[in-house]
């Protein structure tokens, strides 16, 4: 029972354009997301979260939307760079809960 | 202020076998999870250590165990290996218990189960 969900195994995306991952979950007790990013042969190193009381979080190149009606959220990365290359993992909580429930991760391959 | 960090990096143990893999936490870190994530899929949780006594556990059978220390370091033990414990194991240290503190993940141990 996957509750968390990341149809795109990959996205392939020019540089200097907008890269778009989502993430799905089923989960209606989530109340926190994050993103994390992936390098290879490294741990994952977080990049955002947004809180389900909020609908937009934003860090420089990087904006999380949450639609907690379609229980989607997604990460808008732009302008995409080549160091943006990488996998990136959606991971969803319920009330500041010590355990994230993962996605199985999007490979975003940004193209020069 | 140094990262985690995990070792050995990579280990190839026998079916059967039992295995100790090592993770120092971040530096004012009292909280560490241990996550298991096998080829093309997400971390799965395995347990979190939070000021030495176990805070919270996955879907892991008892055969996965841990401890924290009073350093806040940590071990995860796994007996009677299986094929299917072959993974990456990750651990992450934080400030203490909760999603929101932020995780520093370490590089992972690469186990291969033969």
């Known amino acids: 029972d996957q509750q968390v969900k990341q149809n795109s195994p990959s996205l392939s995306v020019q540089e200097g354009r907008i890269s778009i991952l989502n993430c799905d979950y089923t989960n209606s007790m989530f109340d926190y997301f994050l993103w994390y990013k992936k390098y290879p042969a490294e741990g994952p190193t977080f990049l955002i979260s947004i809180s389900s009381i909020k609908d937009k979080n934003e860090d420089g190149r990087f904006t999380v939307f949450l639609n907690k009606s379609a229980k989607h959220l997604s990460l808008h990365i732009v302008p995409s760079q080549p160091g943006d290359s990488a996998v990136y993992f959606c991971a969803a909580s319920v009330s500041s809960n010590y355990q994230l429930i993962w996605g199985a991760g999007t490979k975003l391959i940004i193209k020069p | 202020e140094t990262g985690v960090t995990q070792s050995p990096t990579h280990l190839i143990k026998t079916r059967g076998q039992q295995v100790t893999l090592r993770c120092s936490s971040q530096s004012g870190h009292n909280t560490v999870s241990w996550y298991q994530q096998a080829l093309g899929q997400g971390p799965q949780f395995i347990f979190q250590?939070?000021?030495?006594?176990?805070?919270g556990r996955g879907n892991f059978p008892p055969r996965f165990s841990g401890l924290q220390f009073p350093n806040y370091s940590s071990e995860l033990n796994v007996n009677a290996l299986e094929l299917d414990d072959s993974a990456l194991y990750l651990c992450?240290?934080?400030?203490?218990?909760?999603?929101?503190?932020?995780?520093?993940f370490g590089s992972g141990t690469r186990l291969t189960v033969v």
């Open positions: 992450a240290s934080s400030l203490s218990r909760g999603v929101d503190y932020g995780y520093t």
């Open positions: 250590y939070y000021r030495e006594e176990e805070n």
